[in-house]
């Protein structure tokens, strides 16, 4: 299993430019270092939308796809179609933070952040109603981002995050969908509705908000691994 900080995530960090078809092509090429032809690509949210892209792109290099609460622009909540329709803004202000960074307006070093601390606190929150809205609130938190992500990446992310999708109906290749029944961002018919133009397709779901990889690991594990289990033996 070859597990990826995408460019400018974690220990991956960059000041340079970032986006889907940068991310597609670090993928392949890290395919190629560990000298592997295809792989079974598995993406959550953002990585969803890289590894869609990559699939569209590079088929022979995909064998298939497992999308956990991948975000299509068409089934976005009403509330949340904003950011679909300010993309054109957050790549022009990702431009402007460029700008300045290139002027030296940048912070030199970022404080790492401890994913797997941060989950298990949020598994052990997860107990009672209010410690469940801290959580969603906490997850979602934009400064809190921000305080360990770069800004123009931040701004670059959320134009990437709404782009347009490929045409799912091209993509002839066996995928796995998994969706959050509480997703965050999405409209939950309109998405199984979407995943379902894909030819080849098994969509499952998991009772929990937009990150399932914290809230119900070994639930995201099962699935994938049986679906792998069905498809690749």
């Not at 022979?60 to 299509?72: C, H, K, S």
């Not at 800004?151 to 109906?169: C, G, K, N, T, W």
């Not at 290749?173 to 409209?187: D, E, K, Q, R």
């Amino acid at each position: 299993m070859l597990r990826v900080d995408l460019r400018g995530h974690g220990r991956s960090d960059t000041p340079d430019r970032i986006g889907l078809e940068i991310w597609r092509d670090d993928l392949a090429a890290a395919l190629d270092t560990a000298g592997h032809a295809r792989a079974i690509v598995v993406g959550h949210s953002l990585g969803a939308q890289v590894a869609l892209r990559l699939a569209a792109d590079r088929p022979e290099r995909v064998a298939g796809l497992v999308l956990i609460d991948p975000v299509f622009p068409q089934a976005l909540k009403p509330d949340r179609r904003w950011m679909r329709d300010a993309g054109p803004a957050f790549r022009i202000g990702a431009h402007a933070v460029r700008a300045l960074n290139a002027l030296g307006l940048r912070r030199r070093r970022l404080p790492e952040l401890d994913l797997r601390t941060l989950d298990e606190q949020a598994r052990a929150a997860l107990v009672s109603p209010e410690a469940e809205a801290e959580f969603v609130r906490r997850y979602s938190s934009t400064w809190a981002d921000l305080r360990t992500f770069r800004v123009a990446h931040y701004l670059q992310e959320s134009y990437e995050m709404f782009r347009p999708i490929p045409d799912l109906a091209a993509l002839r290749l066996p995928a796995l969908v998994i969706l959050s029944t509480g997703a965050t961002f999405a409209a939950l018919p309109d998405m199984r509705a979407l995943a379902r133009r894909l030819p080849d397709v098994e969509i499952a779901e998991i009772e929990c908000h937009h990150w399932p990889l914290t809230e119900k690991p070994r639930e995201v594990r099962t699935l994938i691994e049986g679906w792998i289990g069905r498809r690749f033996a």
